[in-house]
């Protein structure tokens, strides 16, 4: 079980440290700015206020602070605890009270929109938020790991009143948890893991120990904070993808694992108090629907009304997809156009760019540049020696093909203060470079080398920055390589995933008292995170679903999904149909469904394929389940399986051959679509195929002349010759004020 949980990032990252000064004499310590986050619940009794406590706690070191100078602001809503002028030996000795939760240096920084909203389209004086006022009004659901409550997303700044028609509720044990406009519910569901001896007694509470949950409601619905980053990265306004929206938090998972009675307790709940849109980045092995309890408990939130987001699944293969039932909006992961870079400067002053992931306070000064001989260019295990190479740069040689994380090991070892590594065409990941460094292009590389080998013993770097960002990468988005792909384990017939949204890198809160990164045994904790995975990208698309409702509070989850799906893009920031990360290569919809989704536009889509309650009891009569297994997961005794055989009114067409049929293998589908643009509207069907592949559409023009009116469609998909295991075209309907409406034709010959 669980295995499709979600794919946590854990970066190894160094904090605090300036390298590259050699003074003997200790320095008197520097006082700095720490933000100091202490467990309000452990203050004594006998201080009646929260300040007065964090100033006796001041008072009370053994280099006592004068906290009427030193204490800078006593929190108490947006976090708990304080901001204090500190000695790094005075930090040590906070930590070590029972009451600290964590401590971290203050940053400074300039305004720079955190990327991923501004990446899908969204703009604040136009489209989609403008049009839904962001969200306001919606109420996300987020089945997950908890939240951590005094994050700044989670703030009700600005946050219109709570919905009336809102049944939940905040857990109230013995420290009430602290709801608010924005975190409007926020309940425990852990009696299955508790059964199972999952949990510890302080499980008992919304709160997140994990991340996950806490992450994923920010990205959904968090509320604007300006100046977020991780260690630097990615700073700018940190915000969900519909600010204005509620959330409410269902906590089903303590340490990543998830129960399935857990899970159906909390989405019965979240049904019973109201939610619009339910999102659950978390997932079983794949079984049939009727045993599988997300598909059924998303069939009872689809009756009523309320739009079921869930996370594809972290399989990276063919034939993983899961949740992948017809009700449900599955959602694989994509890259944004963002990366993560440092720069090196020379003894020669040539400056070159490289990948990295370092926090931005790493800073390398006047340091010699070690280039070896032989052997010792190359950093594979056991190769250098630590009295040549200690305290110094080293550019270590790609001829050989090792990892990032061999290299960066020997790096460690021998004590370098820092690696520049040189790209050897092979897939990396930065996160695995666990000392400073980067990782230059092959040119830069050779560049860089030349300059060793020609200064000799006088090589040095004069500077290595880190904590720097760039945007517009090319390609992107890109498929994640982790992404679960189709086609469907369960049903083939449905392509899955339906669409891709961000999930790589994605900037969102992160509890502060949990370490985003590690180095040796120094825990590194930040209020935002970098997560990459499907987890990730489902709230993106439970956001946009938000953003959707607020427009179009009549439209249905079909009819929500549909206006994604028809206009998801194709197409990346290369003008190129989307490629795989890693491989480059072109992607096929099992990678990427309908496509990247693309807010502005499903907000107009035009046309959208409805699917109401007998739709879906009609699909399920097709798969010839029995009473039982029907009862289950239908919830009622009496059905109508009069229909069956009706196509299940899907915005993508998947037509399965067996590879031993001779040609041609031909397919017909029904369709109906319902006109929600303008009421005078005439659509053309416009097919793009690749050879071998024929399409006709009957009538090919379809004339809607009400708002609502529903026209159907035939299509038959004909193969000729010898095909491919996969071939895929699309099916457009293009009206006269530029609606284009499209679906995926993917033709499987296994
Ligand atoms: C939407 O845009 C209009 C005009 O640009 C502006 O007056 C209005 O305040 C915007 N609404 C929101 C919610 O931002
Ligand atoms: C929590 O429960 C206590 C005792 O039942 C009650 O007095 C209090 O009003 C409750 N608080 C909230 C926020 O529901
Ligand atoms: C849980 O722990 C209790 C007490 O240690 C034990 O009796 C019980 O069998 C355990 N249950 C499971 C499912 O391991
Ligand atoms: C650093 O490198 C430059 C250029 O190679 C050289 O002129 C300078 O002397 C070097 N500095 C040290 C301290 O070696
Ligand atoms: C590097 O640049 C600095 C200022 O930009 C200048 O003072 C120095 O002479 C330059 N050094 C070399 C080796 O070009
Ligand atoms: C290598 O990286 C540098 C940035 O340092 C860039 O200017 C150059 O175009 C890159 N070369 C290639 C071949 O990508
Ligand atoms: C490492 O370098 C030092 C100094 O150059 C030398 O004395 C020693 O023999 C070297 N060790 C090895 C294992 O090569
Ligand atoms: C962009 O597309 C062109 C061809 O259309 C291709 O040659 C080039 O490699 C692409 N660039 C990237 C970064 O993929
Ligand atoms: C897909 O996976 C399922 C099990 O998850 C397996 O039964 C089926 O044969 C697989 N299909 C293909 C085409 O590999
Ligand atoms: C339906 O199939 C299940 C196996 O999935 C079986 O256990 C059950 O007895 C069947 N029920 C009926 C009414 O045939
Ligand atoms: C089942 O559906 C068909 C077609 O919609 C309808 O004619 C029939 O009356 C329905 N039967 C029942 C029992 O509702
Ligand atoms: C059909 O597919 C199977 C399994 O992929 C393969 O072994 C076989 O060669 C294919 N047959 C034809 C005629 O392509």
């Not at 997140?208 to 959904?220: Q, R, Y």
């Not at 519909?242 to 009675?261: D, W």
């Not at 990396?428 to 020609?454: C, H, W």
């Not at 491989?583 to 889509?605: R, V």
Request: aromatic share 8%; charged share 15%.
């Amino acid at each position: 079980m669980g295995s499709c949980n979600y794919y946590l990032h854990i970066v190894s990252l160094l904090l605090f440290l300036v390298l590259g000064t050699n003074d003997a004499m200790p320095k008197p310590e520097e006082f700095k700015t720490y933000i100091v986050h202490m467990d309000h619940s452990l203050r004594p009794p006998s201080f009646l206020t929260h300040e007065s406590w964090h100033r006796a706690t001041l008072r009370s070191l053994s280099e006592p602070v004068d906290d009427e100078k030193m204490l800078l602001y006593s929190y108490n809503h947006v976090m708990h605890g304080f901001s204090a002028r500190l000695t790094p030996s005075q930090v040590s000795e906070i930590k070590k009270s029972p009451a600290h939760i964590a401590t971290r240096e203050e940053a400074s920084g300039k305004l720079f929109t955190t990327h991923t909203p501004e990446f899908l389209g969204l703009r604040h004086s136009s489209g989609l938020w403008n049009l839904s006022s962001f969200g306001e009004g919606v109420i996300i659901g987020m089945i997950d790991s908890g939240v951590w409550p005094e994050s700044e997303s989670f703030s009700a700044k600005g946050m219109p009143p709570i919905p009336a028609r809102w049944k939940g509720k905040c857990h109230n044990a013995t420290i009430p948890f602290p709801c608010n406009r924005k975190l409007i519910g926020a309940q425990v569901f852990i009696k299955g893991s508790q059964a199972a001896n999952m949990t510890d007694p302080r499980d008992d509470t919304p709160r997140d120990f994990l991340g996950h949950g806490t992450h994923t409601s920010s990205t959904a619905g968090g509320n604007y904070v300006p100046e977020a980053s991780e260690f630097g990265y990615a700073k700018g306004t940190a915000r969900g993808l519909a600010p204005r929206s509620h959330l409410a938090m269902y906590k089903v998972s303590t340490g990543g694992l998830v129960l399935e009675s857990d899970v159906l307790a909390a989405m019965d709940q979240a049904i019973a108090d109201g939610v619009d849109i339910m999102s659950l980045s978390l997932g079983f092995e794949q079984t049939p629907y009727f045993q599988d309890v997300i598909a059924i408990a998303s069939l009872s939130a689809i009756q009523k009304g309320i739009v079921v987001v869930c996370a594809a699944g972290n399989d990276g293969a063919p034939n993983t997809t899961h949740n992948s039932a017809p009700w449900i909006t599955t959602v694989g992961a994509g890259t944004l156009d963002r990366s993560f870079i440092a720069t090196v400067t020379l003894g020669n002053n040539q400056t070159f760019e490289g990948k990295s992931h370092f926090p931005e306070r790493v800073l390398i000064v006047d340091t010699p540049l070690y280039y070896g001989k032989g052997d010792k260019r190359i950093c594979n295990m056991g190769a250098l020696n630590m009295s040549e190479v200690f305290e110094t740069v080293l550019i270590c040689d790609n001829s050989e093909k090792i990892s990032i994380y061999d290299q960066a090991m020997e790096l460690e070892r021998v004590g370098a203060v820092a690696g520049i590594l040189i790209e050897d065409g092979t897939p990396f990941d930065v996160d695995e470079l666990s000392i400073p460094g980067l990782v230059l292009n092959a040119s830069s590389g050779a560049l860089i080398k030349k300059y060793a080998i020609e200064a000799a013993n006088e090589a040095n770097v004069s500077i290595m920055r880190f904590g720097l960002t760039s945007f517009g990468k090319k390609p992107a988005p890109q498929v994640a390589d982790f992404s679960s792909r189709g086609p469907d384990p369960i049903d083939p017939n449905i392509l899955k995933p339906d669409i891709i949204a961000p999930g790589v890198q994605v900037l969102a809160a992160f509890p502060p008292t949990i370490p985003v990164g590690e180095i040796v045994n120094y825990p590194l904790a930040s209020d935002y995170a970098l997560l990459s995975g499907t987890s990730m990208s489902t709230p993106h698309v439970a956001g946009v679903a938000a953003l959707l409702k607020a427009v179009h509070p009549e439209w249905s989850p079909a009819a929500v999904r549909s206006a994604l799906m028809t206009t998801a893009d194709t197409i990346d920031n290369n003008g190129t149909t989307l490629t795989n990360e890693l491989t480059n290569l072109p992607g096929t919809p099992l990678d990427y469904g309908a496509g990247h989704i693309n807010p502005n536009k499903a907000m107009d889509p035009g046309l959208i394929y409805d699917i109401d309650w007998q739709g879906y009891v009609d699909f399920l009569c097709g798969l010839h389940y029995n009473d039982t297994e029907m009862r289950a997961i239908l919830r009622q005794s009496k059905w109508n399986c009069s229909q069956e055989g009706t196509d299940l009114n899907y915005p993508s067409f998947v037509a399965m051959f067996s590879n031993k049929t001779s040609p041609p293998k031909v397919k017909k589908f029904t369709r109906v679509v319902t006109n929600v643009g303008d009421d005078q509207s005439v659509y053309q069907a416009v097919a793009e195929l690749p050879s071998g592949m024929s399409v006709t559409v009957e009538p090919s023009t379809l004339t809607f002349t009400n708002k609502y009116q529903k026209q159907s469609y035939v299509v038959t998909v004909e193969i000729n010759g010898k095909a491919s295991p996969v071939t895929y075209g699309y099916l457009k309907w293009i009206d006269q004020t530029n609606h284009v409406v499209t679906s995926p034709i993917v033709v499987l010959n296994f």
